[in-house]
């Protein structure tokens, strides 16, 4: 079985007896060594000791004197950072645990580079064994932005910093045309378009972030999303649901929906209140899914045997930022009612 997503670091954490990912020192040592954390030729000696105290006991606990005698204002600030959200994994002793707690509390003081980085690398736990490299590449939309290219019917959707990258480089050689109606100010963009066929290639270019996926109606894009997103809800709530791509929302039945993402919770607010939408908002929304649960007994009683619907949409620029924590925190479980 091929690996993915080694940067992660999830070969620095371990499973716990619920299967989520517990935090170690290893793991914890990894931001120490981030390049905003390693000392420099110009770090105080306060700092150098710090930073050597960390990387022996990573759990170490820190006055705030301690980093006050830093001599970078720069270097104090990274402290602060990186140790509360240490602090915050600390408290709550598994990565799943630790991403949970943040949206429910609903103040998130983390970076939202820490949130992608978790998500990752809890993605990478769920998808242990996974063969299938266009689930892989479904699943990115979990923790990378995507540039949306519409063409005669198609949604494609490509890496928003790769996409950005290509521009200021000018594009990446002779690989096959890509996003031609994407909309990007310079030059076309030119990366391989991920299918069964050429499915393989993933497995070396996995961290590079350079392949499209044909998210269109009734293609594999669309599916292994969901497939991903069932398997996103079962790990965190253990609630058994079945998501499938919808062309519309048709249904009397319809009294609950998640967007997942800002655009889509509003533009699903909108329909929902009956409101008339322009052009430009329906083109926005991507594409609508329907979960059902498998047990409606997980469902508060006055939703239980009703469908969910979810959402989602670009931005008036094309971009597309799915927010998985809405699926968590949104869904109408009975032990959140």
């Known amino acids: 079985m091929d690996d993915f997503w080694r940067s992660s670091g999830f070969h620095l954490l371990e499973r716990d007896g619920d299967g989520n990912m517990a935090v170690t020192d290893g793991f914890l040592r990894a931001y120490l060594r981030r390049p ?15 930073h050597k105290d960390l990387l022996a006991n990573p759990r170490l606990a820190v006055e ?12 104090r600030e990274n402290y602060e950072v990186v140790l509360a959200f240490r602090d915050l994994l600390l408290e709550a002793g598994t990565v799943e645990g630790c991403y949970l707690n943040l ?25 242990e064994g996974c063969s299938d490299p266009i689930r892989l590449r479904a699943a990115e939309l979990f923790f990378r932005g995507q540039m949306v290219g519409l063409h005669e019917g198609a949604i494609m959707l490509a890496d928003e910093e790769t996409v950005e990258m290509a521009n200021v480089t000018g594009g990446f050689g002779n ?9 990007i100010p310079t030059q076309s963009v030119e990366l391989d378009v991920l299918n069964e066929d050429n499915g393989a290639l993933y497995w070396q270019r996995d961290e590079d972030h350079d392949t499209v996926l044909d998210f269109s109606f009734g293609r594999a894009g ?14 965190f709530t253990g609630a058994g649901v079945e998501i ?15 967007g997942l993402d800002a655009e889509a919770t509003a533009i699903l607010n909108d329909l929902y209140e009956g409101k008339e939408l322009t052009d430009e908002r329906r083109r926005q929304l991507i594409t609508l899914f329907r979960l059902e649960f498998k047990d409606s007994a997980l469902v508060r009683p006055d939703l239980a045997g009703k469908p ?3 959402g989602l949409a670009m931005d008036g620029d094309n971009l597309l930022r799915l927010k998985p924590q809405n699926l968590l925190v949104n869904l109408p479980l009975a032990d959140s009612a």
């Open 36 to 50: 905003e954390m390693e000392p420099v030729a110009e770090s105080c000696e306060a700092e150098i000791a710090l």
């Open 64 to 75: 705030a004197g301690r980093i006050g005698a830093l001599a970078d204002a720069d270097a």
């Open 103 to 127: 949206f429910r509390k609903g103040r998130v003081t983390v970076p939202p580079l820490f949130i992608q980085q978790m998500t990752r690398v809890i993605l990478r736990n769920i998808l």
């Open 175 to 183: 690989l096959g045309r890509l996003l031609a109606d994407a909309q």
């Open 222 to 235: 669309q599916d292994r999303l969901c497939r991903v997103l069932e398997a996103w809800v079962d790990h």
């Open 244 to 258: 499938e791509p919808v062309e519309e929302i048709n249904d009397e039945r319809w009294t609950w929906h998640v």
């Open 308 to 310: 969910v619907y979810l």
